[in-house]
Nanobody, 120 residues
Framework: QVQLVESGGGLVQAGGSLTLSCAAS????????MGWFRQAPGKERERVAA????????YYADSVKGRFTISRDNIKNTVYLQMNSLKPEDTAVYYC?????????????WGQGTQVIVSS
C-alpha cells in the first residue's frame, strides 16, 4: 500500500492555471501507475489522466486533452497535474490514485482529494 497526499487545489478564474501535486510515501512509488480523477457534485468520478510507472505512457480524458499534463518524479515520489486553460466545468474534487497498472487505478490506493474551483 502507498499513502497519497494531494495539494495545490484552490480557486482560479476561467482561463487560468493550477498545478496539483500528489506526494506518495513508500519506497515502491516507481513501480506504481498513477492517475488523477475528479468528481463534481452530482456527477460520477471521472479519470482525468494517468501515467505508467516509468512515465513513458500517458492517458487523458477527451475533456482535458491539450489542456492538462500529467507527469511524475520518481525521485521525489510525486505525481503532478498541470492544468491550463481551466474552465468552470473543471470544478471538482481532484484525487490521485496509485495501482500496479493503469487499468486497476480505481481499485488502488487513493488520496483524500483537493478541491479545485474555477470561476467564470
Amino acid at each position: 500500500q502507498v499513502q497519497l497526499v494531494e495539494s495545490g487545489g484552490g480557486l482560479v478564474q476561467a482561463g487560468g492555471s493550477l498545478t496539483l501535486s500528489c506526494a506518495a510515501s513508500g519506497r515502491t512509488f516507481s513501480t506504481y501507475a498513477m492517475g488523477w480523477f475528479r468528481q463534481a457534485p452530482g456527477k460520477e468520478r471521472e479519470r482525468v489522466a494517468a501515467i505508467s510507472w516509468g512515465g513513458g505512457s500517458t492517458y487523458y480524458a477527451d475533456s482535458v486533452k491539450g489542456r492538462f499534463t500529467i507527469s511524475r518524479d520518481n525521485i521525489k515520489n510525486t505525481v503532478y497535474l498541470q492544468m491550463n486553460s481551466l474552465k468552470p466545468e473543471d470544478t471538482a474534487v481532484y484525487y490521485c490514485a496509485a495501482a500496479p497498472n493503469v487499468a486497476t487505478l480505481l481499485q488502488g490506493s487513493w488520496g483524500q482529494g483537493t478541491q479545485v474551483i474555477v470561476s467564470s
